[in-house]
């Protein structure tokens, strides 16, 4: 049924001069018989359009390019930030008749179609009719053989619905699974500005069509916009320049894709329709309509600029290709990539910024909902290696479920981050778990961004905004705690994206009554600098694709276990019973970022639920994604919060409990040694990318080792800190521990 499917709408903008035309788009959106379940407006390089639209427009979501400059980088905005099942994109000058969504959602009723697009007719401007050298063959839909210059629908494309090769671009629609399996819009190709470049959805929607086969992508043309055409396109001048950026374009797909893909629906259009065309526009001349000369010599100019401009694509891409032959190469990035093995693509490509060059991918191994493994596959010629998974692995053991749909409540804390935010938050409410609502805990509510995690609570009723202006996570947690209705209590840092099942995966860990918390597999976004890398050899959240469980019943076989919480796994992307923080006094106030200590309050809480008897489950179905800082700078400050957490976290567990005094002795003296081998700090590769003064991996060691020595000193400062707070603050703690 495919009135059930939610729909994302996404319009892209980058001018004022448009904003009439974006105002019309969007209205014609809240008139469709199929309600969108979102509309998202995603501006490119403009923050003063930005803020006219979030201060004008009502129930729309205002995005900024998050990626490179550009359509196509404006449109994976769109599609990361958005939560339906259906995707849908029209074009800023273009507006949907009222069945529109209705029209495009009707094919999809069948499983193999991916993907949908539409129809595009010429709204001319004001008191002008289609000029003379764009002749029209059907009068009843006033199409014509070169509406294609204008983005509109061309003669040639299907009258009834078929399948085709490609979308256009200002109405067209795609199934989400689409962005997932294969990716999303290539940068570098794709319309920047006013440069009249395109085809970045012709070749997403080949792309699609090679590594997911037996699909199918149709063209409805019953789905209509409308699609504006302003003065300037009406002239020679820019048939000129379109038709030279058409095969501009088409030679760069050619480059990704294969010149036989490429260009096979064009080698119909010119073999075929635009000679028919000449000829019936030269039988006009004949018949003494003399206006037909200019059609005639449009229909015969065009294909001519296209191939010069694909001549002259192909030859300046193989002048790149012999310069890049001789320059230095980007060797040491690896592809992060995710794989279902009942759903496995032919070709997974490697794809990363410029200048990236992968020859390897960390490939996570998927059986639907179920992680299976994490392998190291080779990327050859930008697509990767998967000769080695002629076998799939076992299915790791998971917990028997029980129909069981408790309220969850999510918290995000978070302190000038509303870009964070609102990428974390987008990827918890298109989790798979219908009982779900989430609290964003600002803990700088005085800052400019506040305004803007209001407005993001103010456009989902399942999110609550809630001002902390203590600062500190664990108070932000705390706050959040407070505030929680939910049975179950997640906390979220706000630089986590968690996967669309692990909300339900976790949910179903905690059936039994004995676990207190599920923790989560959290991976890497990217591994493409040596800093990520490193970041992730020496203190990567992962713990391996093992389920585990951390309980009382683990003394009997290691007494110090209680004393490793970071084998638990990461407190920033976990599962509670709310009754299990309550009980244990919630976070630590004196630690964790915002604080002087810096980290160590998720480890800490760990460590008093176990040695209070309580249970954790690491569990590796829950999947989730965290952003590693790019940067040398960004890894030995962290590297230098964790050291001061650990040995702040330790401290302070020993002012509550001295008698443990032994065990943590004897944890650190198990522990140091390995912390300062050599290879717990690996070398990056290439010496441009060096950090500073790094001698082998020793400099990221002593960041660490320096961090630990000045735990006890940072802790102090904690405490004297929320003693001072407290002498000007009277108000009742929302909880935390004393």
């Known amino acids: 049924m495919t009135s059930s499917l939610t729909v994302s709408v996404i319009v892209c903008a980058y001018t004022d001069r448009r904003w009439g035309d974006t105002r019309d788009a969007v209205a014609s959106l809240d008139a469709q018989t199929h309600r969108p379940a979102e509309v998202l407006l995603v501006i490119d390089t403009n ?52 069945d529109w969504l209705e029209r495009l959602l009707g094919p999809y009723a069948d499983p193999d179609v991916v993907a949908v697009g539409g129809a595009a007719r010429p709204q001319w401007p004001l008191g002008r009719d289609r000029p003379s050298w764009l002749p029209a063959l059907d009068d009843h839909t006033d199409t014509g053989p070169l509406d294609w210059v204008l983005g509109c629908t061309y003669t040639g ?64 043309p019953a789905a209509v916009v409308s699609h504006r055409v302003t003065a300037d396109r009406m002239s020679w001048s820019y048939l000129r320049r379109r038709s030279w950026a058409e095969g501009v374009s088409k030679a760069a797909i050619a480059r990704l894709i294969g010149a036989d893909d490429a260009l096979s629906s064009e080698r119909r259009y010119v073999t075929r329709i635009l000679p028919a065309a ?4 030269l039988g006009h001349v004949a018949l003494g309509h003399a206006s037909a000369a200019a059609g005639a010599l449009a229909l015969a100019s065009a294909p001519l600029l296209s191939a010069a401009g694909y001549l002259s694509g192909m030859a300046r891409h193989r002048r790149s290709r012999r ?88 918290v995000v804390p978070t302190a000038d981050r509303p870009d964070a935010v609102r990428k974390c938050v987008k990827f918890l409410l298109c989790s798979d778990y219908p009982k779900l609502d989430v609290i964003v805990v600002d803990n700088r509510p005085a800052s400019p961004d506040a305004g803007a ?70 991976l890497p976004t990217r591994l493409d600098t040596p800093a990520q890398q490193t970041f992730e050899a020496m203190k990567g959240f992962g713990q391996g694709t093992r389920r585990q469980v951390f309980g009382p019943e683990l003394a009997a076989v290691d007494p110090l276990y209680s004393f490793a919480p970071g084998r638990f796994g990461p407190g920033g992307c976990a599962l509670w019973r709310r009754s299990s923080v309550q009980r244990l006094g919630g976070f630590d106030t004196l ?35 965290h952003d590693h800082g790019a940067e040398w700078s960004e890894l030995r400050d962290r590297l230098r919060a964790y050291g001061i957490g650990l040995s702040a976290m330790f401290l302070r567990h020993l002012g509550h409990k001295p008698g443990d005094s032994a065990m943590v002795a004897a944890m650190v003296a198990r522990r140091l040694p390995g912390m300062l081998a050599p290879q717990s700090a690996p070398a990056p590769s290439g010496n441009s990318t060096s950090p500073p003064g790094r001698v082998g991996g020793k400099r990221l060691v002593l960041d660490e080792v320096l961090g630990l020595a000045a735990g006890p000193v940072a802790l102090a400062r904690s405490a004297w800190r929320a003693h001072r707070m407290t002498a000007v603050d009277t108000r009742p703690s929302a909880g935390g521990h004393p």
């Open 47 to 98: 923050p003063p359009l930005a803020e006219r639209a979030r201060a004008e427009l009502r129930g729309v979501r205002v995005l900024e390019n998050e990626q490179r400059r550009g359509l196509s980088g404006a449109r994976n905005t769109g599609v990361e930030n958005s939560c339906g099942d259906i995707v849908a994109f029209l074009d800023d000058d273009a507006q949907a008749r009222p």
């Open 157 to 220: 494309l299907p009258t009834q619905l078929a399948e085709v090769r490609n979308l256009m671009g200002c109405n067209m629609s795609f199934r989400r699974s689409v962005f997932d399996r294969i990716g999303g819009f290539t940068m570098g190709i794709g319309r920047l500005g006013t440069l009249p470049l395109g085809c970045e959805e012709t070749e997403l929607c080949i792309r699609a069509r090679q590594l997911l086969p037996g699909t199918h992508i149709l063209f409805e």
């Open 278 to 281: 000449f000829v019936r526009e």
């Open 323 to 410: 310069d890049a032959a001789t320059g230095p190469v980007s060797t040491g990035a690896t592809f992060v990539g995710e794989l279902d093995v009942r759903h496995r693509p032919t070709t997974l490509p490697a794809r990363g910024p410029a200048g990236v060059v992968y020859h390897h991918a960390q490939v996570l191994l998927r059986d639907g909902r179920r992680t299976l493994d994490i392998v190291r596959l080779p990327v050859v010629d930008g697509v990767v290696d998967q000769s080695a998974l002629a076998h799939s692995p076992a299915a790791p053991s998971s917990p028997g479920s029980r129909p069981w749909v408790p309220r969850v409540t999510v």
């Open 453 to 522: 995690l209001r407005e993001l609570a103010d456009g989902d009723a399942r999110i609550r905004y809630i001002a902390e202006p203590r600062p500190g996570v664990s108070r932000a947690r705390n706050t959040g705690l407070a505030a929680a209705t939910g049975e179950l209590v997640g906390f979220v840092d706000d630089d986590i994206e968690v996967d669309r099942w692990w909300l339900a995966n976790l949910v179903a860990e905690l059936v039994e009554d004995r676990i207190d918390c599920a923790t989560s597999l959290v």
């Open 591 to 625: 630690l964790g970022p915002g604080t002087p200590s810096r980290a160590g309050e998720d480890l800490e809480l760990f460590l008093r639920l176990a040695r209070s008897g309580g249970s954790v489950v690491y569990a590796p179905n829950g999947v989730a994604w």
